[in-house]
Every structure is written in C-alpha cells, then in structure tokens.
C-alpha cells in the first residue's frame, strides 16, 4: 500500500461532503464529480470522486495517459480506486479571470483550442470545456483542466459557444472585463436552461 491509498483510507465523502479527511489535506477546488486536494509539500493534487462517480477514476487516469501531454493539461502521476494524482497548477480559472478583472485575451483562446485539437488527433472528443475547467497558469501557460468527458459520444459545444460569446461581445474594447459572481452565476444558469443559445456568423 502506498503513501496515497493509505491516504484514501482516511478520507471519507458521502454524496458530495466531505466528512472526514487528514488534517495536512486542503480542499482546493470541487466539482459535479469529485473534490481535489491539495498534497502537501509536494507540487500535486488528490482528485477522489464522490460514491456515484467513482468509477471515473480509471476512465480520467486512462484519458491522462493517452494526452501524455503537459504542455496543454496536468501532468499525470497515479490512479487508482476512485482518485487520481495529477500536478498542482497555480493560477486562476477563466471563470476566476472574470470575477477579478483578468484580461481573456485572443492568444490565451488559442492555446484552448490547440489543447482540443490535440486531442482530437488522439481520437478523443473533447467534452465539458468551460470556464472553471481552463486554467491561465501564473506564467502565462493555459491549461485544459479536467479531462474526464473526453471519451462521451455526444457533441458538447460549450467550448465553441464560449468563443461566440468572446467574439461578439467580451473582445469588444467597450465590453466590461470584470463581473460579480452573481451576474457571471445568472448567466451560466440561463444558459444551461437554454434561454441563452449562441451561434456562429455565417
């Protein structure tokens, strides 16, 4: 048994609360899915699944393997039953660049969509891209963060709408940079409703 399973054996999640885990174990980020970790004094995070969505583990560890690529996502260290260890990123999401006024800009875009095209020439399809799951790494590098829907066959477009949205209105030299978390919230649920649906220019 090694450091992480013995680690696992400490941390307990029911739904999605955490109810116990080791004090030196810092909560840093949660999703629909699993909870992440920060191990300490090492440059690497813990993502364990909650008890309905354990069985993504393996298929994310898979997905990991098969990028193989740290210039456009987390490195990739280890896998097992219901987590897995990836590297520590420091920097903001782009949905934490909106909330503080952090400029989105046209290069950091790009780098997204060399992230998906990448692995689209792996045969996967890229799934679930949207704000909180793209990180602008403190030395400028941009990150594709969660990998997990990368194998599903149906064709997510919240990546492409976001690009619709960046370039008829965020672009705009007269279109605000920064927003509250309410207003930015607002829009994600209305747009999840279906009561905001974007479309390319012809």
């Given at each position: 048994?090694?450091?992480?399973?013995?680690?696992?054996?400490?941390?307990?999640?029911?739904?999605?609360?955490?109810?116990?885990?080791?004090?030196?174990?810092?909560?840093?980020?949660?999703?629909?899915?699993a909870v992440v970790f920060k191990i300490p004094d090492e440059q690497k995070v813990l993502k364990v699944f909650y008890p309905d969505f354990v069985h993504l583990a393996r298929l994310?560890?898979s997905i990991y393997q098969e990028l193989n690529n740290n210039d456009y996502y987390p490195s990739f260290y280890e896998g097992g039953e219901g987590y897995v260890v990836l590297e520590?990123?420091?920097?903001?999401?782009?949905?934490?660049?909106?909330?503080?006024?952090?400029?989105?800009?046209?290069?950091?875009?790009?780098?997204?969509?060399?992230?998906?095209?990448?692995?689209?020439?792996?045969?996967?399809?890229?799934?679930?891209?949207?704000?909180?799951?793209?990180?602008?790494?403190?030395?400028?590098?941009?990150?594709?963060?969660?990998?997990?829907?990368?194998?599903?066959?149906?064709?997510?477009?919240?990546?492409?709408?976001?690009?619709?949205?960046?370039?008829?209105?965020?672009?705009?030299?007269?279109?605000?940079?920064?927003?509250?978390?309410?207003?930015?919230?607002?829009?994600?649920?209305?747009?999840?409703?279906?009561?905001?649906?974007?479309?390319?220019?012809?």
């Amino acid at each position: 048994m090694n450091d992480i399973e013995r680690t696992m054996i400490n941390i307990r999640i029911e739904g999605t609360s955490v109810l116990q885990k080791p004090d030196d174990l810092t909560i840093i980020g949660r999703g629909r899915s699993a909870v992440v970790f920060k191990i300490p004094d090492e440059q690497k995070v813990l993502k364990v699944f909650y008890p309905d969505f354990v069985h993504l583990a393996r298929l994310e560890a898979s997905i990991y393997q098969e990028l193989n690529n740290n210039d456009y996502y987390p490195s990739f260290y280890e896998g097992g039953e219901g987590y897995v260890v990836l590297e520590y990123l420091e920097g903001l999401t782009f949905y934490e660049c909106l909330i503080q006024g952090i400029v989105i800009t046209e290069e950091m875009i790009t780098k997204v969509d060399y992230a998906l095209n990448y692995a689209r020439k792996k045969g996967l399809n890229p799934s679930d891209t949207h704000l909180q799951n793209v990180m602008l790494l403190s030395n400028g590098e941009v990150r594709v963060i969660d990998v997990v829907r990368f194998r599903q066959s149906k064709v997510c477009t919240h990546w492409e709408d976001l690009k619709v949205a960046y370039d008829r209105l965020y672009s705009s030299r007269f279109f605000p940079k920064k927003y509250p978390v309410w207003f930015v919230e607002m829009i994600i649920r209305l747009y999840r409703k279906g009561f905001i649906r974007l479309k390319k220019r012809k």
